[in-house]
């Protein structure tokens, strides 16, 4: 391809191209939610509705992060030379996830800088009392405090359903951070004098992220566990009733079909009109001992 032409410099009228330049992202719409399915382990007891002002401290902690950041990423590139006489090549080597920093509004209640203290007492812990002479530390396993956070995008428009002279809406845009630990946890200044907000700043490492773009709805989250299970009340999802459903004929119209109890029946004989077979006393008997052992 060659260097651009005068003919594919634009030279037309601005407004033209105002939807397209009059359309600029804003850094003020944006939430962060903690995805945490093992604060149990590393929390213990959460922090009571009374504290939380009747919400759980997630909750609170989406609602009062002030600050937070769209992930960048960088190679650790090699070099090469030799392979073309004369010239030095680069080349990628090992891909770099810079840390994921937050800033929150600390609450009267002091119920953020509790969950991040803890969570981070919990990483490396004293094994002994804290005030002995002999006192050691033993670093618990990655397993038990590594969460998920995610981090989404939207614009003023993404919920209006009509917006003044716009032809569309804009969708969201959404970050998962894996593996999520936190790394430090910045002092906080008092003072006498004028009264400012106290903000806690935090940096959190993570092993990866996925991104998600231009999506319209919240997509389905299953909430991991202390024992990396899956259980099926965990699961959020926007899709419809019957999204669900697979291409299978013993499936199509199960909502209309009386034989059906459930929608999800599959396509085994056993379970074919099994609402109304007699045979079957109570629905535990519906149920395959391989499907029971699942310990949903």
Same mark, same amino acid.
């Given at each position: 391809?060659?260097?651009?032409?005068?003919?594919?410099?634009?030279?037309?009228?601005?407004?033209?191209? =105002?939807? %397209?330049?009059? *359309?600029? +992202?804003?850094?003020?719409? #944006?939430?962060? @939610?903690?995805?945490?399915?093992?604060?149990?382990?590393?929390?213990?007891?959460?922090?009571?509705?009374?504290?939380?002002?009747?919400?759980?401290?997630?909750?609170?902690?989406?609602?009062?992060?002030?600050?937070?950041?769209?992930?960048?990423?960088?190679?650790?590139?090699?070099?090469?030379?030799?392979?073309?006489?004369?010239?030095?090549?680069?080349?990628?080597?090992?891909?770099?996830?810079?840390?994921?920093?937050?800033?929150?509004?600390?609450?009267?209640?002091?119920?953020?800088?509790?969950?991040?203290?803890?969570?981070?007492?919990?990483?490396?812990?004293?094994?002994?009392?804290?005030?002995?002479?002999?006192?050691?530390?033993?670093?618990?396993?990655?397993?038990?405090?590594?969460?998920?956070?995610?981090?989404?995008?939207?614009? =003023?428009? %993404?919920?209006? *359903?009509? +917006?003044?002279?716009?032809? #569309?809406?804009? @969708?969201?845009?959404?970050?998962?951070?894996?593996?999520?630990?936190?790394?430090?946890?910045?002092?906080?200044?008092?003072?006498?004098?004028?009264?400012?907000?106290?903000?806690?700043?935090?940096?959190?490492?993570?092993?990866?992220?996925?991104?998600?773009?231009?999506?319209?709805?919240?997509?389905?989250?299953?909430?991991?566990?202390?024992?990396?299970?899956?259980?099926?009340?965990?699961?959020?999802?926007?899709?419809?009733?019957?999204?669900?459903?697979?291409?299978?004929?013993?499936?199509?119209?199960?909502?209309?079909?009386?034989?059906?109890?459930?929608?999800?029946?599959?396509?085994?004989?056993?379970?074919?009109?099994?609402?109304?077979?007699?045979?079957?006393?109570?629905?535990?008997?519906?149920?395959?001992?391989?499907?029971?052992?699942?310990?949903?």
């Amino acid at each position: 391809m060659s260097f651009p032409s005068r003919g594919q410099i634009f030279q037309d009228r601005v407004d033209k191209i =105002r939807s %397209t330049v009059a *359309r600029p +992202s804003l850094d003020t719409f #944006y939430e962060v @939610n903690f995805s945490f399915g093992k604060y149990q382990t590393w929390l213990g007891e959460s922090p009571g509705k009374r504290r939380t002002q009747g919400t759980d401290f997630m909750q609170k902690m989406k609602l009062m992060c002030t600050q937070a950041e769209l992930p960048g990423t960088s190679f650790v590139e090699s070099s090469v030379t030799g392979h073309h006489q004369g010239i030095t090549e680069a080349f990628p080597n090992l891909r770099n996830f810079p840390p994921l920093d937050l800033v929150f509004y600390a609450d009267a209640d002091h119920v953020i800088i509790e969950v991040l203290e803890s969570w981070m007492s919990y990483i490396n812990p004293i094994q002994t009392g804290s005030r002995e002479s002999n006192a050691y530390s033993r670093f618990n396993y990655p397993e038990d405090y590594k969460e998920t956070i995610h981090v989404t995008k939207f614009e =003023r428009d %993404t919920f209006i *359903r009509e +917006s003044r002279n716009a032809t #569309y809406q804009s @969708n969201m845009t959404s970050y998962e951070f894996v593996n999520v630990w936190p790394i430090d946890l910045s002092s906080m200044r008092v003072a006498y004098g004028d009264s400012n907000v106290l903000r806690c700043n935090i940096k959190f490492a993570y092993d990866r992220f996925f991104t998600t773009f231009n999506y319209q709805d919240v997509q389905k989250q299953v909430v991991n566990t202390p024992v990396n299970t899956v259980r099926a009340k965990d699961i959020t999802s926007s899709v419809t009733q019957g999204e669900f459903m697979p291409s299978n004929p013993d499936f199509r119209g199960a909502g209309n079909n009386k034989n059906y109890e459930g929608s999800l029946m599959p396509s085994n004989p056993d379970f074919r009109g099994a609402g109304n077979n007699k045979n079957y006393r109570n629905v535990n008997e519906m149920v395959p001992n391989s499907v029971k052992n699942l310990n949903i």
